[in-house]
């Protein structure tokens, strides 16, 4: 079976650290682009980061740049996202999907920054 | 960067009915790389149509895309129950690529 199984979220405090991770399966991952999503309470989609299939490219939204870091390990058929120096604004379900057409998505992971 | 814009932002209709939902960039999108997601409350989005017209796979024949250059369309022929839901048009080919989102409500 295709999937994105997303896990890693939580409640964190402004300013705080996540590590969110999005295991694959059913398709070969090492072949793809992965991206990042996210939708806050009540909002839209956002694009937050997309790695390229080797992992060598990265690009970001202006809104996490230099905050969010996105890696891949092909070995373990594994996306991460480290999220650093929380604000509140970052609360938002992260979806991982398959990139750039999103044909695979996963369930999502929620984010809650707050004191 | 190409925005996309979506109207109406909330379309209310009735079962059986016809939806039109329009996308609209503000600069010709290349290839037609124009995707129609699908999001239902507490659910992750789906694929429904890419390439601006192809369904994707299980989709119904009742959804429908059109459209090239700037101006794109997804239409739902006769509106069941279960197609109540927000939607969503992406670039995948720029940033950012997703338009503000139409939902659909009965």
């Known amino acids: 079976e295709v999937q994105l199984l997303e896990s890693g979220g939580g409640l964190v405090q402004p300013g705080g650290s996540l590590r969110l991770s999005c295991a694959a399966s059913?398709?070969?991952?090492?072949?793809?682009?992965m991206s990042w999503v996210r939708q806050a309470p009540g909002k839209g989609l956002e694009w937050v980061s997309s790695?390229?299939?080797?992992?060598?490219?990265?690009y970001y939204a202006d809104s996490v740049k230099g905050h969010f870091t996105i890696s891949r390990d092909n070995s373990k058929n594994t996306l991460f996202l480290q999220l650093k120096s929380l604000r509140v604004e970052d609360t938002a379900i992260y979806y991982c999907?398959?990139?750039?057409?999103?044909?695979?998505w996963g369930q999502g992971t929620m984010v809650t920054v707050s004191s | 960067d190409i925005v996309l814009t979506q109207s109406p932002g909330t379309l209310s209709l009735s079962p059986g009915e016809r939806a039109t939902l329009s996308c609209r960039a503000s600069?010709?999108?290349?290839?037609?790389?124009l995707a129609w997601y699908q999001q239902k409350p507490g659910q992750a989005p789906s694929l429904l149509i890419f390439?601006?017209?192809s369904r994707a796979t299980g989709i119904p024949d009742r959804f429908s895309g059109s459209g090239s250059g700037t101006d794109f369309t997804l239409t739902i022929s006769r509106l069941e129950p279960e197609d109540f839901a927000v939607y969503y048009c992406q670039h995948y080919g720029s940033s950012p690529p997703f338009g503000q989102g139409t939902r659909l409500e009965i």
């Open positions: 600069q010709s999108v290349s290839s037609n790389y």
């Open positions: 059913g398709f070969t991952f090492s072949n793809y682009a």
């Open positions: 999907a398959k990139w750039p057409l999103a044909d695979i």
């Open positions: 790695i390229s299939y080797s992992g060598a490219s990265t």
């Open positions: 390439d601006a017209s």
